[in-house]
């Protein structure tokens, strides 16, 4: 799932996405809405279960 299809259909998870440093809004995410929820993980320096413990606390 990309990114950008997250924050459509889960808007209450931006808080989380907010507090590990990754942006929601603005003009310069277009290019992060496209990238996989693996890739913005790694291009945050997170790990994919720190990005999946956020979205499972959001559902």
């Known amino acids: 799932m990309k990114y950008g299809d997250v924050l459509k259909q889960y808007p209450q998870l931006k808080p989380h ?12 995410i277009y290019y992060l809405l496209d990238m996989t929820l693996e890739q913005l993980a790694q291009r945050y320096h997170l790990t994919a ?9 959001g559902y």
Not at 49 to 57: G, N
């Open 17 to 28: 996405f907010r507090r590990l440093g990754i942006p929601v809004s603005g003009c310069g």
């Open 49 to 57: 279960e720190t990005l999946l413990k956020a979205l499972q606390r």
